[in-house]
């Protein structure tokens, strides 16, 4: 009986470890979104990324834009190598790989401002 019962047990620790996890949607910026009144380093801390989760860029597109770039983009605030771009108001972006991914606004000077936001994703 003893048996049965480490081998139900072995079973549900199985299970517990290969089951998937949930994806977490952020809105990035928090309430006032992606925009220059939010404080988007203050925003970042404690966030953990991972494949599969989801980031919500709420914003005015008279405003701003939003840009994926690379590292050389987003130092420089200058969208020369444009990876992905929308200016819709509402972007979702579905975190699909690791790595270190780059987001800047083009418009105006609002990269220079500070609309600008490193995203790592483990």
Same mark, same amino acid.
């Given at each position: 009986?003893?048996?049965c019962a480490t081998n139900l047990m072995y079973l549900f620790l199985? *299970?517990? #470890?290969?089951?998937? @996890?949930?994806?977490?949607? %952020?809105?990035?910026?928090?309430?006032?979104?992606?925009?220059?009144?939010?404080?988007?380093? *203050?925003?970042?801390?404690?966030? &953990?990324?991972?494949?599969? =989760?989801?980031?919500?860029?709420?914003? =005015?597109?008279? $405003?701003?834009?939003?840009?994926?770039?690379? /590292? !050389?983009?987003?130092? @420089?605030? $200058?969208? @020369?190598?444009? $990876? %992905?771009?929308? =200016?819709?108001?509402?972007? &979702?972006? !579905?975190?699909?790989?690791?790595?270190?991914? %780059? %987001?800047?606004?083009? $418009?105006?000077? !609002?990269? #220079? =401002?500070?609309?600008? /936001? &490193?995203?790592?994703?483990?």
């Amino acid at each position: 009986m003893a048996g049965c019962a480490t081998n139900l047990m072995y079973l549900f620790l199985i *299970l517990g #470890l290969a089951a998937p @996890t949930l994806a977490t949607e %952020y809105m990035v910026g928090g309430s006032v979104g992606w925009s220059l009144d939010a404080n988007l380093q *203050l925003w970042l801390n404690g966030k &953990t990324f991972k494949v599969g =989760d989801v980031l919500v860029f709420n914003y =005015d597109p008279k $405003l701003c834009n939003l840009v994926q770039v690379d /590292i !050389t983009g987003y130092s @420089t605030c $200058l969208p @020369t190598n444009i $990876l %992905y771009i929308d =200016d819709s108001g509402k972007t &979702t972006i !579905t975190l699909s790989k690791a790595g270190v991914f %780059y %987001y800047i606004s083009s $418009l105006s000077n !609002t990269c #220079l =401002d500070g609309l600008k /936001i &490193t995203i790592t994703v483990l």
